[in-house]
């Protein structure tokens, strides 16, 4: 009888199903995660990349043609497997495969640097190459990959357009310097670019003028920072999600972030049920029921003004705050945040109308001439998840603002106010760091863990 290809998902699906026939012939193809065996029956947990669950491969000195070769096969190694589904109704695992030949597709060297026990973080991030091996990353990339889906659903059933905004730019859009400069130079020797150019820090500004025609538009792209902070939370390159909607007051955009958020934890819930299990048992014990409470809560909105009197308050009250200097006006760090959503709330929590000195140029100037319709959502282990606001959509006020942060010295940001001048509205925008919300979606705790590359102040090894 003919070895039937076959993935391990279809197997597991046909099981669920109750259609997977035990001596069902198989092929399969993947990796091993462990080889063990007793001299006269051995065992391999293989992993092919369809499903997060492994299978167990039984071989027996009396059945296969080679068990001596096939008991060396390292962790790691890539293989090609005949054999035949055996239902095991009394065992932990539904089903396992009884080997009758095994093809060594790919091995491994003595030196291949992953082995069976766990290994630490940071040696697993400095072999970035080969840490989708293990269980953790082979689980982070799958919630990455399916975190990206579910957001685009979201938008997509919500009609939002995904709009593609350039990676090289003029402009620095959150006005605070940190670029990476990218200017090659022609054959000449002169400079590519007529002016100077950057990696963008934000697709907000190129993303704003396509909210001005298609009303709900999102873009979802890499970002780059060259903030030299060496904090858990910072990378110098980071995907942001950043959607934008006409006829949106800051009400209404702390909704749509509400219904997207929700949404997507909720899907990760039902369509990484394994991924985010095991990083409940594995990596944070309370990843699970923390997830359940953002679903299952509103969060609390407090302004700004409120936020620095209940820092000064527990200031007062003897908390130690490494900042200590707390007073109106000030930008709150992220112990200030943390201690709010984490002490305060426990929860998710808005804090809303920011002083306007302590935010981004764009923002919408709130009637007192002192705050901005800004929103920052804090939640607890990560501090800022999100920021966003309602968009300055006065062409005077918006000029007065770029004019005081500098940016009308040249005409770089002039098409930007002129949005004001062409049929504006009034719209909001925020920008969800899409590697910190992995961070909530895992209980990893430092952004390295979570991006599959990091790029941090002098750490690009691959
Ligand atoms: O608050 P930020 O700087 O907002 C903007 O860039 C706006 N243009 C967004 C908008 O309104 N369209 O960044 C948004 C989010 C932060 O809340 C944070 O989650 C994440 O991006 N973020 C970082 N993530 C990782 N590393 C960094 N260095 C980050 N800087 C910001
Ligand atoms: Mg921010």
């Not at 199903?17 to 006269?40: I, P």
């Not at 201690?339 to 007192?368: L, S």
């Amino acid at each position: 009888m003919p070895y039937q290809e076959t993935i391990l998902k279809e197997l597991y699906h046909s099981f669920e199903s109750h259609n997977l026939s035990d001596g069902l012939q198989v092929n399969l193809k993947g990796w091993v995660r462990t080889n063990r065996n007793n001299g006269s029956i051995g065992f391999i947990e293989l992993s092919d990349g369809t499903t997060f669950l492994n299978v167990q491969l039984v071989y027996s000195k009396d059945q296969v043609d080679d068990f001596d070769s096939y008991s060396h096969y390292l962790t790691g190694s890539s293989l090609s497997v005949n054999g035949e589904v055996k239902l095991t109704p009394n065992m932990k695992q539904p089903f396992e495969i009884h080997v009758h030949h095994i093809e060594l597709l790919g091995g491994v060297s003595d030196d291949y640097p992953l082995q069976k026990k766990r290994h630490t973080f940071e040696f697993l991030r400095d072999i970035a190459y080969l840490r989708p091996r293990t269980n953790t990353f082979y689980a982070l990339a799958r919630v990455r990959s399916k975190l990206s889906y579910a957001m685009h659903k979201w938008f997509n059933d919500n009609d939002f357009y995904y709009i593609h905004t350039p990676i090289i730019t003029g402009i620095d859009s959150e006005g605070a310097g940190q670029v990476f400069d990218v200017n090659a130079k022609k054959e000449d020797g002169k400079p590519f670019f007529d002016k100077p150019v950057h990696l963008t820090v934000s697709g907000q500004l190129h993303v704003e003028p396509f909210a001005l025609a298609l009303r709900n538009v999102y873009t979802f792209g890499p970002t780059f920072r060259a903030e030299n902070s060496n904090t858990p939370r910072h990378a110098s390159e980071f995907w942001m999600v950043e959607p934008e909607m006409a006829f949106c007051d800051i009400h209404k955009a702390l909704k749509i972030v509400e219904n997207l958020l929700k949404y997507c934890i909720n899907d990760l819930l039902k369509n990484a049920k394994d991924e985010l299990n095991f990083f409940n048992a594995f990596v944070d014990k309370n990843l699970l029921e923390r997830l359940h409470k953002i679903v299952d809560s509103s969060w609390e909105v407090i302004p700004y003004t409120k936020a620095v009197e209940i820092l000064e308050d527990a200031k007062n009250k003897g908390h130690h705050f490494d900042n200590e200097n707390i007073f109106w006006g000030m930008d709150l760090q992220s112990e200030h945040e943390r201690y709010i959503t984490e002490q305060v709330v426990k929860g998710p929590t808005w804090i809303i109308d920011y002083p306007k000195e302590a935010k981004a140029f764009y923002m919408k100037q709130n009637p007192d001439g002192k705050t901005v319709a800004a929103y920052d959502l804090l939640v607890p282990e990560i501090g800022e998840l999100i920021g966003g606001s309602q968009r300055e959509d006065d062409y005077e006020k918006l000029r007065q603002r770029m004019e005081e942060c500098h940016l009308l010295k040249d005409d770089s940001a002039l098409w930007y106010l002129n949005t004001r001048r062409f049929g504006g509205c009034v719209h909001s925008g925020f920008g969800i760091g899409f590697d910190r919300f992995l961070m909530l979606l895992t209980g990893l705790n430092n952004i390295r863990d979570v991006q599959l590359y990091p790029r941090t102040a002098n750490q690009v090894k691959y």
